[in-house]
């Protein structure tokens, strides 16, 4: 309950989500993402010092480790890091959209990377902590549209589960949030104005609450010291790929 809990991408959809339900349990998080203003806000919805913010952004490995190292500045430790941060701006491989291409790998698997790369030292020292990643059911299976999309959270998964494999001995738990559809903002980074209307409608009418994961990850966060949740996939009902 008391877990100090670095979260990227905290300022809108599934990252604020985990936040509050988190910091409403009691946790003490530091959270991360580019707009400020988002991340302010959401900091004043908890007492003084418990919610703390910083402008990040995950591309930048030294932003990405000022992030880390104020929690472990202000608390002493860092429990749980959790890299949420991602883009979805889907569009089929011969529009050579390769600039968004670029983008997905930035934040998708790079920043990721950076986290990890961010809060092992801490961890193996403490010989304790917990690294959750936002997967996807895109994860585990593409669509026209989604290569690159779904080529990130693929590496995902082989990164995740070889730092699950690396880090046994030093008691460090992975753990992959994988969800189907969720109302967030995430279709505001699809280029094509169409595809970008048909994700809102369809997530808006029919995805998950944030909270609905953000309850997923309090799940995996919870669990007894002896069990590690390595991934939790989860899609809203009628979702069926
Ligand atoms: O989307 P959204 P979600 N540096 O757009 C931040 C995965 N997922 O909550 O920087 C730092 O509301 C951005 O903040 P800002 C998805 O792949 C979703 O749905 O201020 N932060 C914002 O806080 C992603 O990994 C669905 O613009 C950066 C956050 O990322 C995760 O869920 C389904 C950044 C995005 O929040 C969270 O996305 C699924 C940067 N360079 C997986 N760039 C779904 N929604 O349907 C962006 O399977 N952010």
Not at 106 to 125: E, F, H, R, S
Not at 177 to 200: F, H, K
Request: proline share 3%.
């Amino acid at each position: 309950k008391d877990k100090v809990v670095v979260i990227t991408g905290a300022s809108s959809g599934i990252g604020k989500a985990t936040t509050e339900v988190l910091a409403k349990a009691g946790a003490k998080v530091v959270i991360g993402a580019r707009r400020k203003d988002r991340l302010a806000e959401l900091a004043g919805e908890f007492p003084a010092g418990q919610v703390l913010y910083q402008v990040t952004d995950v591309t930048d490995r030294q932003s990405v480790q000022n992030l880390v190292d104020l929690a472990k500045s202000k608390f002493g430790r860092v429990d749980v890091l959790y890299n949420n941060a991602g883009l979805m701006p889907i569009s089929q491989l011969a529009e050579l959209k390769v600039a968004e291409w670029d983008r997905m790998i930035d934040v998708n698997i790079k920043g990721v990377l950076y986290g990890i790369a961010a809060v092992l030292p801490t961890m193996i020292q403490q010989k304790q902590g917990h690294i959750i990643t936002t997967d996807s059911v895109a994860g585990h299976i593409v669509h026209p549209g989604t290569a690159v999309y779904a080529g990130t959270k693929y590496a995902i998964q082989a990164i995740m589960d070889g730092l699950r494999q690396e880090q046994i001995a030093n008691h460090i738990k992975t753990t992959m949030i994988s969800p189907g559809a969720v109302d967030t903002e995430l279709y505001s980074t699809i280029s094509d104005d169409a595809t970008r209307a048909q994700v809102q409608k369809d997530e808006k009418e029919n995805g998950l609450s944030p909270i609905d994961v953000a309850n997923a990850v309090a799940y995996a966060i919870d669990q007894p010291d002896k069990v590690a949740i390595n991934e939790v996939l989860l899609r809203p009902r009628s979702q069926e790929r």
